[in-house]
């Protein structure tokens, strides 16, 4: 059987009055790297994206473990939950970052994207099980009734649907 990250617990944000300069345990993190997986963001503006995170044009078309160790570097970093970044091709995005983590001194743990309505699923979590990093895995459910734009989920009450 093979060994996954053992991350002992996810640190909250920090309180600067209380905690300054603290050190952390795990962080949840995403890396990503436009010139490997496509990121249809970065190819064309995308309103939805901009309606949660606001104006992202200067964001870096690649931010790496390196980067995030340097941004981080006042803090004690133990390990990682590396989350899927939207790309256009999920199942290459975390084949990816299994090759990312299993090259890092870090320990990263990573969570995959999945659809739980896909009638495929099962194909998915077969090869998520391959993946010695690869810990849990989840869908996105944003939805916002007042704005369309701020929806990622297929339809607003898809947590209710027993199916």
Known sequence: MERRPQLRHVMSAPDPKRDIGAACAVQCVVLYDSGTNRYG???????????????????????????????????????LIWHEFIS??????????????????????????????????????????????????????GWDNHNPLRRFAPRADLMADPK
């Open 88 to 141: 256009e091709d999920p199942i290459k995005e975390v084949t990816w970052a299994q090759q990312l983590a299993a090259a890092s001194e870090v320990p990263i743990a990573l969570v995959g994207l999945v659809d739980f309505r896909d009638p495929d699923l099962s194909e998915r979590l077969d090869l998520y099980r391959s993946l010695s990093n690869l810990t849990a895995v989840r869908q996105h459910l």
């Open 41 to 79: 963001i970065f190819a064309r503006k995308d309103p939805g994206f901009e309606a949660f995170v606001g104006d992202y044009s200067a964001l870096p078309r690649a931010y790496l473990l390196d980067d995030y160790l340097r941004a981080t570097s006042s803090r004690k970093v133990d390990g």
